[in-house]
């Protein structure tokens, strides 16, 4: 399956700015998707970014506050911008699994707290 | 309304007990996954289950799909420590994919 690098691992940052998180995958892959998680809690898909198009975002996310790129099929952009408190959280980048297997595979996660 | 409920939410159990965790859907799937997630970590796979009835073993961890598929379990035998996380079920439908609620797991040693 495929391997995915993501960075920052953490971050803490004010209000009002914005913070960029990278995912690499070591295989070319078409999709590549970005999740929302509240510590404990289920996966909310935020989009789907292919590659040469722009993202698709799920109901609830836009593209001005969650612009994504997807340069190339193995690196994918999450920019969340204009942070407020309400967007600490931890944001993951995923794949499909590949192999036949179904599923996904995830990076390890960008913690975030917006203070 | 979600699509696929978890229970419990939370269960915190004593090392080498026993548990089962309940992934239910009115709705009727083709495939379903299970995945734990360790803190700091993203969900990793555990296994996929496609056919109705079938039930997949993975060392101490038993893996069933409902005989209508529309639902599963995950039952783990004699629980250890390094079993706790958060464990969610998952489903691919048209071309959205959605997780369950989720069931955090905690094993005391």
């Known amino acids: 399956s495929a391997v995915i690098s993501q960075k920052p691992s953490r971050d803490i940052c004010q209000r009002g700015t914005s913070l960029t998180i990278q995912c690499q995958v070591d295989?070319?892959?078409?999709?590549m998707f970005w999740y929302r998680q509240q510590p404990g809690q289920s996966l909310t898909l935020i989009a789907t970014a292919n590659q040469g198009s722009e993202a698709t975002y799920e109901s609830g996310f836009v593209i001005d506050k969650f612009p994504i790129s997807r340069p190339n099929l193995t690196f994918s952009t999450l920019t969340v911008s204009n942070m407020s408190p309400e967007d600490s959280s931890i944001y993951l980048c995923?794949?499909?699994?590949?192999?036949?297997?179904?599923?996904?595979?995830f990076g390890s996660g960008t913690r975030l707290t917006v203070v | 309304t979600q699509l696929l409920e978890q229970s419990p939410q939370f269960l915190s159990i004593q090392e080498g007990e026993n548990l089962t965790v309940y992934c239910n859907s009115s709705?009727?799937?083709?495939?379903l996954q299970w995945y734990r997630q360790e803190p700091g970590e993203g969900p990793v796979l555990l296994v996929t289950?496609?056919?109705?009835?079938e039930v997949k073993k993975l060392k101490r961890l038993t893996f069933q799909f409902g005989d209508a598929r529309k639902d599963s379990s995950l039952h783990i035998t004699a629980a250890q420590p390094g079993d706790t996380g958060l464990y969610l079920c998952a489903t691919n439908t048209g071309n959205q994919f959605y997780f369950g609620t989720g069931t955090s797991l905690t094993v005391i040693p």
């Open positions: 995923s794949v499909e699994h590949g192999q036949g297997a179904g599923g996904y595979t």
């Open positions: 709705s009727v799937f083709s495939s």
């Open positions: 289950v496609v056919t109705g009835g």
């Open positions: 295989s070319q892959v078409t999709m």
